[in-house]
């Protein structure tokens, strides 16, 4: 929207302002059963189901059926259909998968060693990986080198050793054998009946090698050729969609989606005319640096965290840095081919159905994911991210070990949307290793909260199983009870909290799509984006991942918001003015810290500088080219265009990149949102003349702060729980109006700078808490109904209020619901005109609390203060309903759950307190008030 929010939209989201969920086809279940479900899923609240195949219930007659049925009733519920691209990722179908011409290829060689006197015929290696040649392949070249310092090769390990690094079947080379830079020759030519003529004679130790294109095991559609995107695309509309589901779909379908892409070569990924693009791309023909491109494990998922070390490196002497200069040539090449052959055709064929293609692009291999992202989202695709393989873990803390890498993870992700014009940018969430049955709704609530921080907007629970009648008890999961959390309503005990969760999501959702999204600064990065979802059979893995992209704590700190931009996405951000992309993100600074640019990078940089884009090079300015294409001249243009930019007035040097906040104050660069206290997170949108900022805690405690926001006018808050908009007490300050505020522990408050209204007077500003007096709970009771195989059970303990039901003799295995009752004793002074509030304490599930029977407020999280209003009296009973996870049942019936310490806290743990003010605050309240 580039309109100011819609307080009625805001109030009452639309469709498409809603959450979606996954929703996994497991196994053909009746249509009836599909069609219950899908009206459970919209009751929660979600308005869009992503169906995702398995091989059990797809590509058949009886799956179009379904599809025919889900369309129709979900046009009747006002929900759309997305669904996956067949029934697994990567993308694979009967006619693109091994054993056809459009499956997955790769580039593997051997070699020959050769010293003193070798014979004239010498046979050609075959694939060292595999030397009795079992593997069919096609002699693609066949060059030779003199070798200067030989040291031990790669080896082939089976891919059952965990200790392989990176994983995969071949380990890297402690240290690359050394070539010399002029001996290198193609001898492809010289090649007769599986020979190559040797010429003699040839001084010192030479290496003959064979390149070989052939099939990857993996046997997945390959995504560097159009035809196989095509031949993909063709299985998926006549065995997937069918003819008779495509008017529905047209009417009813939102998008076809591709989940992350984890594509696996033992060696480099490979296709047919490969060379020739390679040399149309960059302006040499790659040949005889053939040797030189293999660094195994960079094209299997999941990347390592820094590239791996080459079989092969040239001498420095002759040739500095040449083979990571020519690999680096290959990644680009690899990501232009992923996009124009992959990315964008799918999107051009999604549009023939009246739908988009939706992606998590590129990250977890060897390609560009922020330009990636950039491209496919210009050309009408959706760009998605995703809470597993960020990082993002249950509970959510800083202390985590990827808590800051999935932060930056997700800043890439948005960054590369942001610079594409994209404003919705969706994101798997709720899957973890080792948490099943163990998620809770508050658990979303703050995984999500951190999100909208990075930029993400609309969610995508992960998500809803279907399920067969003879299902075994709790559920029929997706990924057994590896990965979290195969959700139904049959069994989840907090499956009817879902509503109030969805609403508040939807309006979060309408906020942050409202307007542009503007970001203060960019840093500069040149690589890959790898993952930190590594725990599958390691629950400490995990932590191996990178600890973080970049030190940008002292940035937040002061208030900037911050993306990441790659080299080409700094050449087309460069316009007339100071920003970089005038249209999107509107980045005032740029961050350099890095010492090899490409020279196009480096001479953007310096027109970015000289239009008054604030600068910071962060330690040893860059010299050299990162490339090869551009030959000798590359690093001469580099230097000249740093030295232009350090010439500057709006360029400055730091150390590191922790003085960077201290550099941009220096050239005067102030944040939209300036921060005085706290560690927030936030995320600025401008819709006209007005603002819409998200404040996040980053912490696990309330944090007060000032906040100064560009521009003045009124503030008011936008409350996402009821959907109200409510005056702020806020004041202006020169150009800038500033407000004071409290952001709940890993929270989020959103507010609304509208600088077309003057700002308001103390009239609007709520009156302060005067008077405030605690009351008691007494009479305790508890009822659980117990979740268990057999049926449920009932457990009532009369004297048993809030505590962990696993300290509790009763209640150690059981999760379900448990309905605890108490009265209220009044204190003796009187309380006329005074409002009560309760206080929750600690909370382990989410809760309904109701006042004489009626319902008063839902929440999911611990801390919780909800209004009861002004009708309690003396005797009054409360009943707070909490719901639980399903863990501590299902490890009691004998369910292995893979996780170390299977059993979590369950139920309400307070303490528990009601407060009377007077006057009453009107600040908003913490938990949803139905």
């Given amino acids: 929207m580039t309109a100011p929010l819609d307080s009625d939209r805001f109030a009452e989201p639309r469709a ?36 995702a195949f398995s091989r059990e219930f797809w590509g058949d007659e009886v799956q179009r059926t379904a599809l025919t049925a889900v369309l129709r009733e979900s046009e009747r519920l006002g929900v759309g259909v997305a669904m996956t691209l067949g029934a697994a990722w990567p993308i694979q179908t009967p006619n693109t998968t091994t054993g056809t011409p459009f499956s997955s290829r790769e580039l593997q060689y051997g070699s020959t060693q050769l ?89 010192g130790d030479w290496v003959l090698f064979a390149f070989w294109m052939r099939e990857c095991e993996q046997g997945v559609t390959n995504f560097l050729d159009q035809d196989a995107t095509a031949a993909a695309t063709a299985y998926i509309d006549e065995h997937q969609l069918g003819a008779e589901n495509m008017e ?30 390679f040399a149309e791309r960059h302006g040499y023909d790659p040949t005889p ?137 969706s994101t798997e969430l709720g899957a973890q290793f080792r948490a099943a049955y163990a998620v809770t709704l508050g658990d979303l609530q703050r995984m999500l909260a951190k999100e909208w921080a990075a930029g993400i907007t609309k969610p995508f629970l992960h998500g809803v199983a279907s399920q067969a009648r003879d299902a075994e008890w709790p559920a029929q999961t997706r990924f057994q009870q590896i990965v979290s959390d195969s959700w139904n309503s049959i069994h989840f005990p907090e499956w009817p909290n879902w509503r109030p ?4 999501w939807a309006r979060g959702t309408v906020v ?15 690589g890959f984006l790898t993952i930190a979802a590594r725990g599958v059979r390691d629950p400490t893995a995990d932590a191996t991942a990178p600890a973080r992209l970049a030190d940008t704590e002292a940035l937040e700190l002061a208030g900037f918001s911050v993306q990441f931009v790659d080299p080409l ?58 490339g090869f294409a551009n030959g000798p001249d590359g690093d001469e243009r580099v230097r000249a265009a740093i030295a232009r930019t350090l010439s500057m007035p709006t360029t400055v040097r730091a150390r590191t990149m922790a003085d960077a906040s201290a550099a941009f104050t220096r050239l005067g660069l102030v944040p939209r949102a300036s921060i005085d206290g706290g560690a927030v997170l936030t995320q600025w949108r401008e819709a006209g003349g007005s603002r819409y900022l998200l404040v996040y805690n980053t912490l696990s405690e309330p944090t007060e702060t000032r906040l100064s926001l560009e521009g003045v006018g009124r503030v008011r ?133 109701r006042v004489g029977g009626h319902a008063v407020g839902v929440t999911y999280l611990d801390d919780t203060v909800i209004g009861l209003g002004g009708s309690v009296v003396n005797g009054t009973e409360i009943e707070i309903e909490v719901r639980t996870s399903l863990r501590n049942a299902v490890v009691e019936n004998g369910i292995d759950i893979f996780d170390e310490e299977p059993l979590r806290a369950h139920g309400l743990l307070g303490p528990v307190r009601i407060v009377f003010e007077h006057p009453p605050s009107s600040a908003p309240q913490e938990g949803h008030a139905p």
């Avoid at 959450?19 to 308005?47: C, H, T, Y």
């Avoid at 992202?373 to 202390?399: C, K, M, Q, W, Y």
């Avoid at 999204?517 to 990065?525: F, H, K, N």
């Fill in 16 to 51: 498409d302002d809603r959450p979606g969920v996954r929703w996994w086809w497991q196994s053909a279940v009746p249509v009836d059963d599909l069609l219950g479900q899908l009206r459970v899923i919209a009751d929660a609240g979600f308005r869009e189901v992503e169906i």
């Fill in 115 to 203: 010293c003193g006197e070798a014979p004239s015929l010498v046979p050609l290696p075959a694939a060292f990986d595999d030397p009795e040649a079992k593997r069919t392949a096609t002699l693609v070249r066949v060059t030779a080198a003199r070798v200067l310092e030989r040291n031990n090769p790669p080896s082939v390990v089976g891919v059952e050793d965990e200790k392989s690094s990176p994983r995969g079947p071949i380990r890297p080379p402690a240290s690359s054998t050394i070539l010399d830079a002029t001996s290198l020759i193609d001898l492809t030519s010289e090649v007769v009946d599986s020979t190559i003529r040797w010429q003699q004679p040839r001084d």
């Fill in 248 to 277: 529905l779909l047209r009417r009813v379908g939102t998008d076809f989606f591709e989940d992350s892409l984890e594509l696996n070569a033992d060696s480099l990924f490979w296709t047919s005319d490969l060379l020739e693009r």
């Fill in 289 to 425: 640096y053939l040797p030189l491109l293999f660094a195994h494990g960079m094209s299997h998922f999941w990347l390592p965290n820094e590239e791996t070390v080459a079989d092969f490196e040239l001498d420095d002497d002759n040739g500095p840095g040449i083979g990571r200069r020519v690999r680096r040539d290959y990644y680009r090449l690899l990501t232009d081919l992923y996009i124009s052959r992959r990315l964008l055709p799918l999107q051009e064929w999604s549009t023939t159905h009246g739908l988009q293609h939706k992606a998590q692009a590129a990250y977890g291999q060897n390609l560009e994911a922020i330009r990636s992202n950039r491209e496919f989202v210009r050309a009408g695709g959706r760009a998605e991210g995703e809470s597993l393989n960020s990082g993002d873990r249950f509970p959510i803390t800083r202390a985590d070990p990827t808590w800051k890498f999935a932060l930056d993870w997700q800043r890439c992700v948005v960054g590369g949307a942001h610079q594409g014009g994209a404003v919705r940018i």
């Fill in 501 to 504: 969760l969805t609403d508040y």
């Fill in 512 to 526: 942050l799509e409202t307007g542009v999204p503007r970001t203060d600064v960019a840093i500069y990065r040149d």
């Fill in 569 to 626: 996405g700094v050449i087309e951000g460069v316009g007339e003015g100071p920003v970089l992309f005038a249209e999107g993100p509107s980045y005032r600074g740029l961050v350099i810290d890095e010492r090899m640019l490409p020279p196009e990078a480096a001479e953007a940089i310096a027109d970015a500088a000289e239009r008054g884009v604030r600068l910071v090079v962060v330690g040893e300015p860059p010299t050299t080219d990162s």
């Fill in 717 to 849: 808050e936008l409350d996402l729980w009821s959907g109200r908009i409510i005056p702020v007490p806020h004041a202006a300050q020169g150009d800038r109006t500033t407000i004071a505020a409290r952001i709940p522990a890993l929270g989020v408050r959103v507010f609304e700078l509208d600088t077309g209204m003057e700002p308001s007077r103390t009239a609007d500003v709520p009156q302060a808490v005067t008077h405030e007096v605690s009351a008691t709970l007494e009479w305790w009771r508890l009822e659980v109904i117990s979740e268990e195989p057999g049926g449920s059970r009932t457990i009532v303990l009369d004297g048993v209020g809030p505590g962990d039901w696993r300290t509790i003799d009763a209640l150690k295995g059981v999760s379900g619901i448990g309905r605890y009752a108490a009265r209220v004793v009044l204190p003796d002074e009187p309380l006329v005109g005074t409002q009560a509030r309760i206080h929750l304490g600690a909370l382990a599930g989410s809760a309904v609390i």
